[in-house]
């Protein structure tokens, strides 16, 4: 039990009382047990208190003047006697180092940075099939490919070219405004055909791998057997790749047979403008070029709704697309100052299948 | 300039013991906290050297050593407190029960009693009850030191002692009882 002149006698004891006040302490102290009890704990607190040695090093102390005096011990702090122990050693390992404020700006940037970068790159990738007009560049064949099955070794003789020329496919991670949404792009290196690699993987994983396989080597053996100038190199790998990019050019036609009705329109519109085009004589490059960026791009369209018309049992719409196929290729591998016996070739095969009259034909029936 | 330095070093060896001292209590009086007290007390001096130790007038250097001291261990408790304060408690808990001479001497368990009752203070109330019984400081010369009044100080060491007479007085008195009968 406390009395209310404790604190009193700790300045008592500390000597900041004045003398009269001393004595009136002292005087209730005498008489007080608490206060008594209490100056008892105050003085034996002192007494260990002040008996506490922090046992200094002599050595250090020396070696701590000798760094004063000499100023050098500005960089020396730490004596030598003075050897810090383990847990020093150890804490100093998990001491975190003091940024400033200029370098953790830095850094925040950096994190940021990376953070970004990998929020873009996982982003769905877009894919990118180019066509280019480059003969004779061809690289890496392990399987050749042509796009178009020949009718007949006379319509082969009659044409130079028989292929598409070097099918480039091409990954490129194209961020698109629209954000994910297909379109179809024309430039003058190719047609181009952008769509998100995630849909074109789930449609590539419908494909009858077999079958496609299947197709290529029919191809492969056909034009072997008609010894054509051969220079379209596709590998399997990117054939493949295309073979997906024109999954996903069907899943952006429609279904219906509107989509069917449609494409043999503009093949009709594209093969007339062909033919006016040649008949007005040697045509310049520029008149030549909008039909071969239309043929290239109807070209995958084409295969696409051929083979689902094949896939469907139409026949007679896969027997007309695979007539008309082709003469898009042909169209399309044109140079852009084609010679006039190229254009007339085409024309000849144009009229002798009378493709131009089955299309019209077509969309006058409703054959599909 | 010798006699400046010697003045200096006298004056150096009369208060580095203490105030090394003074600086492992306020630190917690053992551990890595309290070693590094030899480090401040040489950086306070150092300052004290720098500052013009001749300029200062007769007694005021002492003070005005103890004032700069207490603000570099200030500084390093509160860097030790937000580095290491986890890992110290980790290292403490896991600490080897073989103790060399040196800490030998130092755990005794009376002192070591005293240190860890002295840690368990508010550091404005232990800095000035460790400057009253250790250094033997008025109330007015605490106040200069710990720049604070008078009557603050007269209320922090009583505060302080209070709280050292609960927690461990009482058993003192009881074994000092004890060894008497």
Same mark, same amino acid.
């Given at each position: 039990?406390?009395?209310?002149?404790?604190?009193?006698?700790?300045?008592?004891?500390?000597?900041?009382?004045?003398?009269?006040?001393?004595?009136?302490?002292?005087?209730?102290?005498?008489?007080?047990?608490?206060?008594?009890?209490?100056?008892?704990?105050?003085?034996?607190?002192?007494?260990?208190?002040?008996?506490?040695?922090?046992?200094?090093?002599?050595?250090?102390?020396?070696?701590?003047?000798?760094?004063?005096?000499?100023?050098?011990?500005?960089?020396?702090?730490?004596?030598?006697?003075?050897?810090?122990?383990?847990?020093?050693? =150890?804490?100093?390992?998990? =001491?975190?180092?003091?940024?400033?404020?200029?370098?953790?700006?830095?850094? =925040?940037?950096?994190?940021?940075?990376?953070?970004?970068?990998?929020?873009?790159?996982?982003?769905?990738?877009?894919?990118?099939?180019?066509?280019?007009?480059?003969?004779?560049?061809?690289?890496?064949?392990?399987?050749v490919v042509t796009p178009a099955p020949v009718a007949s070794p006379?319509?082969?003789?009659?044409?130079?070219?028989?292929?598409?020329?070097?099918?480039?496919?091409?990954?490129?991670?194209?961020?698109?405004?629209?954000?994910?949404?297909?379109?179809?792009?024309?430039?003058?290196?190719?047609?181009?055909?952008?769509?998100?690699?995630?849909?074109?993987?789930?449609?590539?994983?419908?494909?009858?791998?077999?079958?496609?396989?299947?197709?290529?080597?029919?191809?492969?053996?056909?034009?072997?057997?008609?010894?054509?100038?051969?220079?379209?190199?596709?590998?399997?790998?990117?054939?493949?790749?295309?073979?997906?990019?024109? =999954?996903?050019?069907?899943?952006?036609?429609?279904?219906?047979?509107?989509?069917?009705?449609?494409?043999?329109?503009?093949?009709?519109?594209?093969?007339?403008?062909?033919?006016?085009?040649?008949?007005?004589?040697?045509?310049?490059?520029?008149?030549?070029?909008?039909?071969?960026?239309?043929?290239?791009?109807?070209?995958?369209?084409?295969?696409?709704?051929?083979?689902?018309?094949?896939?469907?049992?139409?026949?007679a719409v896969e027997s007309l697309l695979s007539s008309l196929e082709?003469?898009?290729?042909?169209?399309?591998?044109?140079?852009?100052?084609?010679?006039?016996?190229?254009?007339?070739?085409?024309?000849?095969?144009?009229?002798?299948?009378?493709?131009?009259?089955?299309?019209?034909?077509?969309?006058?029936?409703?054959?599909? | 300039?010798?006699?400046?330095?010697?003045?200096?070093?006298?004056?150096?060896?009369?208060?580095? !013991?203490?105030?090394?001292?003074?600086?492992?209590?306020?630190?917690?009086?053992?551990?890595?906290?309290?070693?590094?007290?030899?480090?401040?007390?040489?950086?306070?001096?150092?300052?004290?050297?720098?500052?013009?130790?001749?300029?200062?007038?007769?007694?005021?250097?002492?003070?005005?050593?103890?004032?700069?001291?207490?603000?570099?261990?200030?500084?390093?408790?509160?860097?030790r407190q937000t580095r290491h304060r986890l890992f110290d408690k980790?290292?403490?808990?896991?600490?080897?029960?073989? !103790?060399?001479?040196?800490?030998?001497?130092?755990?005794?368990?009376?002192?070591?009693?005293?240190?860890?009752?002295?840690?368990?203070? !508010?550091?404005?109330?232990?800095?000035?009850?460790?400057?009253?019984?250790?250094?033997?400081?008025?109330?007015?010369?605490?106040?200069?030191?710990?720049?604070?009044?008078?009557?603050?100080?007269?209320?922090?060491?009583?505060?302080?002692?209070?709280?050292?007479?609960?927690?461990?007085?009482?058993?003192?008195?009881?074994?000092?009882?004890?060894?008497?009968?």
């Amino acid at each position: 039990m406390d009395c209310n002149w404790t604190e009193k006698i700790s300045l008592l004891i500390d000597g900041e009382l004045s003398a009269e006040e001393a004595r009136a302490v002292e005087r209730h102290a005498d008489g007080c047990h608490a206060c008594q009890l209490a100056r008892e704990d105050f003085l034996l607190m002192r007494q260990q208190i002040s008996s506490y040695h922090a046992a200094p090093n002599l050595l250090a102390q020396r070696q701590a003047l000798k760094n004063i005096l000499g100023e050098g011990g500005a960089s020396s702090k730490a004596a030598p006697g003075h050897v810090g122990g383990w847990r020093e050693r =150890a804490a100093g390992v998990f =001491a975190l180092p003091r940024l400033s404020p200029a370098l953790t700006a830095i850094a =925040a940037l950096v994190i940021v940075a990376v953070i970004v970068g990998v929020v873009m790159l996982s982003r769905p990738e877009r894919v990118e099939v180019a066509t280019n007009q480059n003969p004779g560049t061809s690289a890496n064949t392990n399987t050749v490919v042509t796009p178009a099955p020949v009718a007949s070794p006379e319509e082969a003789k009659a044409n130079d070219v028989m292929n598409v020329e070097p099918h480039k496919v091409e990954k490129a991670a194209n961020k698109d405004a629209a954000g994910g949404r297909d379109r179809h792009g024309v430039d003058a290196g190719g047609v181009r055909v952008e769509t998100a690699s995630g849909e074109s993987a789930r449609h590539a994983t419908n494909l009858n791998s077999n079958k496609r396989r299947e197709e290529m080597a029919r191809r492969a053996r056909i034009v072997e057997r008609l010894h054509l100038p051969v220079t379209p190199k596709v590998s399997i790998d990117d054939a493949e790749m295309v073979e997906s990019e024109l =999954a996903s050019v069907s899943s952006k036609l429609e279904p219906s047979d509107l989509g069917t009705a449609r494409h043999v329109e503009q093949a009709q519109v594209l093969l007339r403008s062909f033919r006016n085009a040649r008949t007005g004589g040697v045509p310049a490059a520029s008149d030549i070029a909008y039909e071969k960026r239309r043929s290239r791009e109807l070209l995958y369209h084409n295969i696409v709704i051929r083979r689902e018309a094949a896939s469907k049992g139409n026949v007679a719409v896969e027997s007309l697309l695979s007539s008309l196929e082709p003469i898009l290729i042909d169209i399309a591998n044109l140079p852009d100052k084609p010679a006039q016996e190229d254009m007339r070739s085409i024309t000849d095969r144009m009229k002798k299948k009378n493709i131009v009259a089955m299309l019209q034909v077509a969309n006058a029936s409703r054959m599909y | 300039m010798a006699s400046r330095d010697e003045e200096f070093a006298r004056f150096f060896d009369e208060f580095y !013991p203490s105030l090394c001292r003074f600086l492992a209590c306020l630190l917690g009086g053992r551990g890595a906290s309290a070693a590094s007290a030899p480090d401040i007390a040489q950086d306070a001096f150092l300052q004290l050297h720098r500052a013009g130790f001749e300029n200062f007038p007769e007694g005021e250097a002492r003070f005005w050593l103890f004032r700069v001291a207490r603000n570099l261990a200030l500084n390093e408790l509160g860097k030790r407190q937000t580095r290491h304060r986890l890992f110290d408690k980790v290292v403490d808990t896991f600490r080897a029960h073989v !103790p060399g001479p040196a800490e030998e001497f130092e755990m005794t368990e009376l002192k070591a009693r005293v240190t860890e009752m002295l840690k368990t203070l !508010p550091e404005h109330q232990r800095a000035a009850l460790l400057l009253r019984e250790q250094e033997e400081m008025s109330y007015r010369e605490i106040a200069g030191v710990l720049g604070v009044s008078e009557a603050k100080v007269k209320v922090d060491v009583f505060r302080a002692r209070t709280t050292l007479r609960e927690r461990w007085g009482r058993t003192q008195r009881a074994a000092a009882g004890g060894g008497a009968s």
